[in-house]
Protein backbone atom coordinates (compact mmCIF):
# COMPACT_ATOMS: atom_id res chain seq x y z
CA UNK A 1 0.00 0.00 0.00
CA UNK A 2 2.51 2.19 0.74
CA UNK A 3 4.36 1.70 -2.69
CA UNK A 4 1.02 2.70 -4.31
CA UNK A 5 0.69 5.68 -1.83
CA UNK A 6 3.94 6.69 -3.47
CA UNK A 7 3.56 6.19 -7.10
CA UNK A 8 0.12 8.49 -6.67
CA UNK A 9 2.16 11.00 -5.62
CA UNK A 10 4.29 10.75 -8.52
CA UNK A 11 1.57 10.85 -10.67
CA UNK A 12 0.41 13.92 -9.23
CA UNK A 13 3.33 15.52 -9.81
CA UNK A 14 4.50 15.45 -6.17
CA UNK A 15 8.31 14.69 -5.36
CA UNK A 16 8.75 10.89 -3.99
CA UNK A 17 11.17 11.34 -1.15
CA UNK A 18 10.51 8.26 0.26
CA UNK A 19 12.92 6.68 2.64
CA UNK A 20 13.64 5.88 6.50
CA UNK A 21 12.79 8.65 9.10
CA UNK A 22 11.92 8.24 12.31
CA UNK A 23 9.13 6.50 14.55
CA UNK A 24 7.61 6.72 17.77
CA UNK A 25 8.63 3.20 19.45
CA UNK A 26 8.13 4.96 22.80
CA UNK A 27 8.48 7.65 25.65
CA UNK A 28 9.03 9.05 29.03
CA UNK A 29 7.56 12.24 30.05
CA UNK A 30 8.27 13.83 33.21
CA UNK A 31 7.12 17.56 34.76
CA UNK A 32 10.92 18.29 33.55
CA UNK A 33 11.45 16.50 30.29
CA UNK A 34 10.32 14.57 27.05
CA UNK A 35 12.85 11.90 26.37
CA UNK A 36 11.29 9.71 22.70
CA UNK A 37 12.85 6.96 21.91
CA UNK A 38 12.88 6.07 17.85
CA UNK A 39 13.41 3.40 15.58
CA UNK A 40 13.90 3.61 11.57
CA UNK A 41 10.85 3.57 9.49
CA UNK A 42 9.75 4.04 5.62
CA UNK A 43 8.44 7.45 4.96
CA UNK A 44 5.61 6.34 3.57
CA UNK A 45 3.62 4.94 5.81
CA UNK A 46 2.84 7.92 7.03
CA UNK A 47 0.80 8.56 3.64
CA UNK A 48 -1.39 4.74 4.90
CA UNK A 49 -4.64 6.40 6.02
CA UNK A 50 -4.89 5.16 9.80
CA UNK A 51 -1.57 2.60 9.60
CA UNK A 52 1.32 5.01 9.69
CA UNK A 53 2.99 3.19 12.54
CA UNK A 54 3.80 6.26 14.88
CA UNK A 55 6.06 7.76 12.27
CA UNK A 56 7.14 10.96 14.31
CA UNK A 57 6.11 14.28 12.28
CA UNK A 58 7.25 17.47 14.20
CA UNK A 59 5.02 20.40 13.79
CA UNK A 60 6.62 24.07 14.91
CA UNK A 61 3.81 26.36 15.19
CA UNK A 62 5.41 30.08 15.22
CA UNK A 63 3.85 33.21 16.81
CA UNK A 64 5.19 36.86 16.80
CA UNK A 65 6.10 38.24 20.27
CA UNK A 66 2.85 40.25 20.05
CA UNK A 67 0.75 36.72 19.75
CA UNK A 68 0.19 36.86 16.09
CA UNK A 69 0.60 33.61 14.35
CA UNK A 70 2.07 32.31 11.02
CA UNK A 71 0.01 30.87 8.67
CA UNK A 72 0.43 29.13 4.97
CA UNK A 73 -1.48 27.57 2.38
CA UNK A 74 -0.15 24.33 1.56
CA UNK A 75 0.97 23.84 -2.14
CA UNK A 76 -1.46 21.76 -4.33
CA UNK A 77 1.72 19.52 -4.86
CA UNK A 78 1.98 18.61 -1.79
CA UNK A 79 1.51 14.78 0.30
CA UNK A 80 -0.50 15.82 3.00
CA UNK A 81 -3.01 19.09 3.57
CA UNK A 82 -2.95 20.32 0.14
CA UNK A 83 -4.84 23.37 -0.62
CA UNK A 84 -5.29 23.95 2.95
CA UNK A 85 -4.31 26.42 5.36
CA UNK A 86 -2.05 25.13 8.16
CA UNK A 87 0.45 26.51 11.27
CA UNK A 88 3.88 27.35 10.77
CA UNK A 89 6.37 24.42 9.34
CA UNK A 90 6.37 20.63 9.79
CA UNK A 91 7.91 17.45 7.99
CA UNK A 92 9.30 13.99 9.18
CA UNK A 93 12.23 13.92 11.93
CA UNK A 94 15.30 12.21 10.06
CA UNK A 95 17.23 9.43 11.01
CA UNK A 96 20.10 10.58 13.86
CA UNK A 97 18.19 14.07 14.16
CA UNK A 98 16.60 15.55 17.39
CA UNK A 99 12.91 16.03 17.36
CA UNK A 100 13.58 18.77 19.02
CA UNK A 101 16.22 19.64 16.08
CA UNK A 102 13.71 19.23 13.89
CA UNK A 103 11.04 21.96 14.49
CA UNK A 104 13.98 24.86 13.97
CA UNK A 105 15.21 22.89 10.83
CA UNK A 106 11.99 22.55 9.39
CA UNK A 107 11.18 26.13 9.94
CA UNK A 108 14.21 27.49 8.52
CA UNK A 109 13.73 25.12 5.30
CA UNK A 110 9.87 26.59 4.71
CA UNK A 111 9.90 29.97 6.06
CA UNK A 112 13.80 31.28 6.67
CA UNK A 113 12.96 31.82 10.13
CA UNK A 114 15.56 31.46 13.17
CA UNK A 115 13.64 31.54 16.16
CA UNK A 116 13.63 33.72 19.59
CA UNK A 117 12.24 31.17 21.56
CA UNK A 118 11.46 27.70 20.79
CA UNK A 119 9.68 24.93 22.98
CA UNK A 120 7.95 21.73 22.88
CA UNK A 121 4.71 21.81 23.77
CA UNK A 122 3.15 18.40 23.37
CA UNK A 123 3.80 14.68 21.77
CA UNK A 124 0.33 13.97 20.40
CA UNK A 125 -0.93 10.62 18.34
CA UNK A 126 -3.12 11.72 15.34
CA UNK A 127 -5.82 9.35 14.72
CA UNK A 128 -3.94 9.10 10.70
CA UNK A 129 -1.41 6.78 13.63
CA UNK A 130 1.49 9.90 13.25
CA UNK A 131 2.89 10.43 16.15
CA UNK A 132 3.05 14.72 16.07
CA UNK A 133 5.93 16.49 18.48
CA UNK A 134 4.35 19.83 18.73
CA UNK A 135 6.78 23.13 18.87
CA UNK A 136 6.61 26.87 19.62
CA UNK A 137 8.34 28.81 18.02
CA UNK A 138 8.76 32.72 18.80
CA UNK A 139 10.06 35.73 16.21
CA UNK A 140 10.27 39.29 16.60
CA UNK A 141 7.39 41.33 15.60
CA UNK A 142 9.00 42.21 12.35
CA UNK A 143 10.06 38.88 11.43
CA UNK A 144 9.32 38.76 7.31
CA UNK A 145 9.15 34.87 6.15
CA UNK A 146 10.46 33.87 2.85
CA UNK A 147 7.89 30.84 2.06
CA UNK A 148 9.67 28.02 0.24
CA UNK A 149 7.50 26.02 -2.49
CA UNK A 150 5.68 23.80 -0.41
CA UNK A 151 3.47 27.02 0.53
CA UNK A 152 1.36 29.30 -1.87
CA UNK A 153 0.36 31.86 0.09
CA UNK A 154 0.76 33.14 3.50
CA UNK A 155 -0.05 35.68 6.06
CA UNK A 156 -0.16 36.58 10.05
CA UNK A 157 -3.28 35.01 11.76
CA UNK A 158 -4.31 37.34 14.62
CA UNK A 159 -3.27 36.53 18.61
CA UNK A 160 -6.94 36.34 19.77
CA UNK A 161 -7.82 33.24 17.78
CA UNK A 162 -11.49 33.65 17.75
CA UNK A 163 -10.38 36.28 15.19
CA UNK A 164 -9.09 33.87 12.19
CA UNK A 165 -10.99 33.19 9.24
CA UNK A 166 -13.91 31.01 10.03
CA UNK A 167 -13.32 28.42 6.77
CA UNK A 168 -10.00 27.13 8.22
CA UNK A 169 -10.20 23.44 9.55
CA UNK A 170 -11.69 23.29 13.04
CA UNK A 171 -8.43 21.51 14.28
CA UNK A 172 -5.90 24.20 13.50
CA UNK A 173 -8.70 26.96 15.74
CA UNK A 174 -8.64 24.10 18.63
CA UNK A 175 -4.35 23.95 18.60
CA UNK A 176 -4.32 27.48 18.48
CA UNK A 177 -6.77 27.78 21.59
CA UNK A 178 -4.50 24.90 23.32
CA UNK A 179 -1.51 26.54 22.54
CA UNK A 180 -2.78 30.02 23.74
CA UNK A 181 -3.84 28.87 27.23
Sequence with gaps: MADEAVEGLRRRGSPCHDGLAGRLAGYDSSPARLQLELQPSRWALRLLDGDASYSLTALCVVRTADGRWL????????ASWARRWALGAGG???????????LSRELEEEWQLV????????LVALPSGLAMLVGLATVADGAE???DDEHDEWTWWP????RWPEDIDPRLR???????G
Design 71 to 78: AGRRAGWL
Design 174 to 180: TMGELLS
Design 92 to 102: AVDLGESPAGT
Design 159 to 162: ADVA
Design 115 to 122: PERLSVEA
Design 145 to 147: PVP
